[in-house]
């Protein structure tokens, strides 16, 4: 079956750059028509989606990141990227990815990683 694993640093500091990597088994990130999502959940702002990669490699990025955010792919390693640069601690949180058909999945749509808890603080 589809699993997701998020993977990465638990502390970055303020000013760094956040960056997350999901591993992808059971099924290939290129495999029509599936995107791949990137969201994170804090208690503040609840779920937010940050962007996405589909699995033609094409991306989109969330209004508020956009400027600072890259989505990107290890096709070789079945692997999908999150770098966001500039992180303050507003940028806490549990960060999931998703393997959907859909480019905006509900909780229930999918397969989601367990997520990954990234706390920004010097």
């Known amino acids: 079956q589809v699993q997701l694993q998020e993977s990465g640093p638990g502390l970055v500091k303020p000013s760094q750059t956040l960056s997350l990597t999901c591993t992808v088994s059971?099924?290939?990130?290129?495999?029509?028509?599936?995107?791949c999502t990137w969201f994170r959940q804090s208690p503040g702002k609840g779920l937010e989606r940050i962007g996405w990669?589909?699995?033609?490699?094409?991306?989109y990025y969330a209004p508020s990141f956009k400027s600072r955010t890259t989505i990107s792919r290890d096709t070789s390693k079945n692997q999908f990227t999150l770098q966001l640069s500039s992180v303050t601690p507003e940028d806490t949180a549990v960060y999931y990815c998703?393997?959907?058909?859909?480019?905006?999945?509900?909780?229930?749509?999918?397969?989601w990683g367990q997520g990954t808890q990234v706390t920004v603080s010097s």
């Open positions: 998703v393997r959907a058909r859909s480019a905006a999945p509900n909780r229930n749509e999918g397969y």
């Open positions: 059971g099924a290939s990130i290129t495999t029509y028509p599936y995107y």
């Open positions: 990669i589909a699995y033609s490699g094409g991306t």
